[in-house]
């Protein structure tokens, strides 16, 4: 169910870590515990005998299949489907034999992706063919550009879940046994995998393991399926839509609500409180890190505190407010007067996902010719 990656980009470290994994996805800890402990937990996983029932369809069959509810559900997207349903080189096999199948190997650019996978005939087997066309579609779609790992298996799973709809829209015989072969899968991810990665979140220094995708992005996938347009939903599937944007939309499909805001309003700023001002915000921006669980724990706190201040004494740091009158997050900005008055944004704090809220206040914050690269905290991008 994984992608093999062929090309292994990484910043000299052979070894990666839960941290590493979470600054990929540009995310908190805090906030993927939140999404996962309000996400959907089968409490008992389905009987093995309600998924090895077979249906009458080949390898090749199922791949259609996938392709064909693919396509009535993603009708802008036909092309590139089709496209994919026929270059897409396949091979399966009766077992996996040892081989580890199913997954689906990235070639790179100027390759098509190869899949491989086993299929003896059961309405699992089919889950897992809808699983890894999706897959394909996505990587037919990237043209070799790198996608992190949770929004691979959101294209997986997206892919999973347009099967369903489609033969429960045309009444297929199949349609309930499918319907629990999920359901069993989910039960899966969101037990042992979602232990796991609790786990490793709790300790910080666990090794990468490639199933900690699977919780995440079987959690999102299922709210926003059905929840935001289809035209949304397609962007995400092939790749156009990062992982924290994927939560902010999530927040709004009333599915669940990832972070809750526990800090109280902010009084207004008075000009004769200044110093009370200063040291409000001093306290502010470590405090929305403590919120979510994304405060630069491992700095010395003495280092922190002089950061702030020299930030502040420079008036190159705010606490960003929003329309509710609480901190949205903070920003950090230096201005090089050398490169045509060029500004970035080193450091922005957006726990509850407010990225394009925090960006739009931060750029109100410096001189009208100041041009922004606000993207400049990751200048080199990793592939896993």
């Known amino acids: 169910m994984k992608i093999l990656m062929t090309k292994k980009i990484w910043a000299a470290r052979s070894a990666h870590t839960i941290r590493d994994w979470l600054s990929l996805h540009e995310i908190g800890a805090r906030e993927i515990e939140c999404l996962l402990m309000a996400a959907s ?12 029932r077979s249906m009458p369809l080949s390898a090749r069959g199922a791949w259609a299949l996938a392709g064909q509810a693919l396509s009535a559900f993603f009708p802008r997207g036909q092309d590139l489907i089709n496209c994919a349903k026929e270059a897409i080189e396949t091979e399966s096999y009766e077992s996996d034999g040892g081989s580890g199948a199913p997954y689906t190997i990235d070639r790179g650019r100027d390759d098509s992706a190869h899949v491989v996978q086993s299929f003896a005939g059961s309405v699992a087997d089919v889950v897992a063919v809808a699983h890894e066309f999706g897959h394909a579609v996505q990587l037919r779609a990237a043209q070799g550009l790198f996608i992190p790992p949770i929004l691979r ?3 997986a799973f997206i892919s999973e879940l347009a099967l369903l709809d489609y033969l429960k829209s045309i009444d297929h015989a199949c349609a309930h046994a499918i319907a629990d072969a999920h359901l069993r899968d989910t039960a899966i991810y969101m037990s042992s995998d979602f232990d796991a990665l609790m786990r490793a979140i709790e300790c910080g220094t666990t090794e990468y393991n490639y199933r900690w995708n699977y919780p995440p992005a079987r959690a999102l996938a299922s709210v926003l399926f059905g929840n935001v347009p289809r035209d949304a939903l397609w962007r995400i599937l092939i790749g156009k839509v990062t992982f924290p944007h994927c939560i902010n939309i999530s927040q709004n499909t009333g599915g669940f609500e990832t972070v809750k805001k526990h800090l109280p309003e902010v009084p207004k700023a008075k000009d004769d409180c200044l110093a009370l001002g200063a040291y409000r915000s001093l306290g502010m921006m470590p405090l929305r890190g403590i919120e979510s669980w994304q405060g630069a724990s491992y700095i010395p706190v003495g280092e922190c505190h002089e950061t702030f201040l020299r930030r502040m004494r420079e008036r190159t740091a705010r606490v960003v407010i929003g329309d ?5 997050g903070h920003t950090a900005w230096d201005i090089d007067e050398t490169a045509s008055k060029t500004g970035r944004l080193p450091r922005q704090s957006a726990p509850l996902g407010d990225h394009f809220e925090l960006q739009r206040r931060a750029r109100s914050y410096l001189p009208e010719d100041v041009s922004v690269h606000a993207r400049c905290a990751r200048q080199e991008q990793a592939a896993w």
């Open 41 to 52: 937990r089968p409490d008992v996983p389905v009987k093995a005998n309600c998924v090895e």
């Open 153 to 155: 298996e959101m294209a």
């Open 324 to 328: 509710e009158r609480k901190p949205v």
